[in-house]
């Protein structure tokens, strides 16, 4: 299949794209069960947000204090950067595709060992930094999906189970509402409310099996 990444046509093994929003979502091609282009549309999507992570903790590391702490988070956004460059040169297939997720399993969960140290931090008032610790606790739990996922992959395993999908992505969405409340003004009373409702509808949504 055909997909389109930041601009360029690469060729990737059952993989497809699902366009209309504001870039392209990559999911394996409707029905498919080849953990190899499970592998590659999962390392699309979450190496992109891992990236994206950095660039969120960068920037609520504010210099000088905790120059250190973002420079190790620099180091880690080019190595996901390149980890992304070179999962949409291809080259995955099921004889070497544990080899092949390997490196993104390990990039990620050392990312998520420093998620996690940052948020005790946080928590002990010992990490300044304008993240809270909800917030790195929200990232960590989507690393952890991504690499326990990959290594399922790795293993020829694709099924999933609709109560664990269900309840990962209602957290993560309520999690997303409650941060656009505490992101907006004050006054913005209409708008806040909105935001947590919607939390809490999200919520509501756990436990599907």
Known sequence: VLATILGQD?????????????????????GSTDPVAHSLAESLFWLDQEFEHTKFFIMHMPSPDLDTQRAQVMQFQNDFN??????????????????????????????????????????????????????????????????????????????????????FWSRIMADHADFIAHLLDPEERALVQKAMQTAGTWRGMKGGS
């Not at 690469?10 to 409707?30: D, E, I, Q, R, Y």
């Not at 008032?125 to 790195?136: C, D, E, I, N, V």
């Open 82 to 167: 390149a980890r992304l460059s070179a999962v949409r040169s291809g080259g995955a297939d099921r004889a070497n595709l544990a080899t092949f997720n390997q490196p993104t399993i390990e990039l990620v969960r050392r990312f998520l060992d420093v998620k996690r140290q940052m948020e005790k931090e946080q928590e002990a008032g010992r990490l300044k930094s304008l993240a809270w610790p909800t917030f790195f606790e929200h990232v960590a739990l989507e690393g952890e999906r991504f690499a326990n996922r990959l290594e399922k992959f790795s293993q020829g395993r694709v099924e999933m189970d609709r109560g664990e999908v269900v309840n």
């Open 10 to 30: 690469v060729t990737l093994p059952g993989v497809t794209t699902v366009s209309g929003a504001k870039k392209p979502v990559f999911v394996p091609a409707p």
